[in-house]
């Protein structure tokens, strides 16, 4: 029992001076990762709510136009995105007019254009049975303006994400005042 008490008075009395200090260098490296990885993920976050917000704008604007639009017209759409998200990297706009074809029970393109020298992305007739189910049901004869943006995201510090992110959207709109957006 002697030997018990001998012990615990021992433990008791143990010296513990140095043990904040090492605990403080142990940890900090990972409370700084935490605090530069929130920084990233937040500015993450805002780019990619930024970037929603200016393709529905976008599309809104787009659904508002009453007379023939032209291809500078959507070049000046993608300026109108960028200046919106403050675009810091790469980003560029697809715009597509589709109908629904009720004979032959399909969507079909009007026409479609690419941004910022991604003409060569235009949408094709083949692609809509791959987003066949993002797109509302239409009746026929009925259009839809598809506005789908794309966005580079390269994040600030090195926190374990890639290095640069690809953000897209997909916001369909009906046209408003007219029963379609003209191209010329």
Same mark, same amino acid.
């Given at each position: 029992?002697?030997?018990?008490?001998?012990?615990?008075?021992?433990?008791?009395?143990?010296?513990e001076a140095g043990s904040v200090s090492v605990e403080a260098v142990v940890i900090m490296p990972?409370?700084?990762?935490?605090?530069?990885?929130?920084?990233v993920f937040f500015d993450g976050f805002k780019q990619y709510s930024m970037n929603v917000k200016a393709a529905y704008t976008v599309g809104d604007m787009l659904s508002r136009q009453t007379d023939?639009?032209?291809?500078?017209y959507l070049e000046g759409?993608?300026?109108?995105?960028?200046?919106?998200? $403050? $675009?810091?990297?790469?980003?560029w706009l697809r715009v597509t007019q589709i109908y629904w074809q009720g004979s032959r029970d399909r969507y079909r393109i009007d026409w479609s254009y690419g941004t910022d020298g991604h003409n060569d992305a235009r949408l094709t007739n083949g692609d809509l049975d791959d987003i066949a189910e993002r797109l509302p049901t239409l009746v026929n004869g009925e259009r839809i303006i598809l506005v789908e943006s794309f966005t580079t995201y390269a994040p600030t510090f090195n926190?374990?994400?890639e290095a640069e992110l690809l953000f897209s959207n997909f916001v369909v709109t009906s046209p408003r005042y007219a029963p379609q957006l003209a191209k010329n």
């Amino acid at each position: 029992m002697r030997a018990l008490v001998r012990a615990l008075r021992r433990f008791a009395l143990r010296e513990e001076a140095g043990s904040v200090s090492v605990e403080a260098v142990v940890i900090m490296p990972l409370l700084l990762w935490w605090y530069v990885a929130s920084f990233v993920f937040f500015d993450g976050f805002k780019q990619y709510s930024m970037n929603v917000k200016a393709a529905y704008t976008v599309g809104d604007m787009l659904s508002r136009q009453t007379d023939a639009i032209n291809d500078a017209y959507l070049e000046g759409m993608s300026d109108i995105f960028d200046y919106l998200t $403050q $675009q810091r990297n790469d980003s560029w706009l697809r715009v597509t007019q589709i109908y629904w074809q009720g004979s032959r029970d399909r969507y079909r393109i009007d026409w479609s254009y690419g941004t910022d020298g991604h003409n060569d992305a235009r949408l094709t007739n083949g692609d809509l049975d791959d987003i066949a189910e993002r797109l509302p049901t239409l009746v026929n004869g009925e259009r839809i303006i598809l506005v789908e943006s794309f966005t580079t995201y390269a994040p600030t510090f090195n926190v374990g994400l890639e290095a640069e992110l690809l953000f897209s959207n997909f916001v369909v709109t009906s046209p408003r005042y007219a029963p379609q957006l003209a191209k010329n």
